[in-house]
């Protein structure tokens, strides 16, 4: 079993729908979580950290649940610059972070 | 500012060969990190310094990987006697090495063994 898992989609969607991308995690002691972008052909960037109370940035929004070792992420009024792959991360102990294999976003007009 | 940068963008290669990927961290991060990410795979940690030591050796994937950093900076990532299955892109990161802190992210070397 992957210790970080995702729905590899592709997840088709139109323009100013709203989609939710979610991840599980495998290790318990797993400290903390993030949502990576990584478009094609380019490295991964921070999207945004997971925090346990639910974390908002502009049209996107992270949730955890640590008792169900759950991690989402909601994209809301999708814009077609938001087609990339999402990368669910989740680190612990000396901070290599864990990647999910990614979830991949098509936006389409 | 300068980000993170990596040498060769690209490397073809034949088997059995040995390589050296590069990896300048963003000035003032003291750790740095090595991953691989293969067609249709998942990003995999190789390796992680903290300053010029390597508390995290663990995802190498075997006696062929090896890793170096010296002055705090730059860091080499050696392949010897390379495979075939060794393909991959090689990505460094670094951070200022706190808890949970964002890893900067390089462009990658492409690997290429023929």
């Known amino acids: 079993r992957k210790e970080v898992e995702q729905d590899p989609g592709p997840f088709n969607v139109p323009e100013g729908a709203t989609v939710a991308f979610n991840c599980t995690y495998s290790?318990?002691?797993?400290?903390?979580f993030f949502w990576y972008r990584q478009d094609c052909r380019k490295e991964p960037k921070l999207l945004m950290s997971?925090?346990?109370s639910g974390n908002e940035d502009g049209r996107f929004t992270a949730q955890l649940n640590r008792a169900s070792q759950y991690i989402s992420l909601l994209i809301r009024d999708s814009k077609l610059s938001d087609s990339a792959t999402y990368l669910c991360v989740a680190t612990y102990n000396t901070d290599k972070l864990i990647f999910g294999t990614g979830t991949r976003l098509q936006v389409f007009p | 500012g300068a980000g993170v940068s990596q040498s060769p963008s690209n490397k073809v290669t034949e088997k059995g060969k040995d390589v050296e990927l590069r990896c300048d961290p963003i000035s003032g991060h003291t750790a740095l990190y090595w991953y691989r990410q293969s067609l249709g795979q998942g990003l995999e940690f190789l390796i992680y310094f903290q300053g010029n030591s390597a508390p995290d050796k663990s995802g190498l994937p075997s006696d062929r990987f090896s890793a170096e950093r010296t002055g705090g900076s730059v860091s080499t990532l050696t392949i010897q006697r390379t495979q075939q299955e060794d393909s991959a892109v090689y990505l460094c990161?670094?951070?200022?090495?706190?808890?949970?802190?964002?890893?900067?992210f390089g462009p990658g070397t492409r690997l290429t063994v023929l």
């Open positions: 990161a670094s951070s200022l090495g706190l808890a949970g802190g964002e890893q900067f």
């Open positions: 290790n318990s002691a797993s400290q903390s």
């Open positions: 997971v925090y346990s």
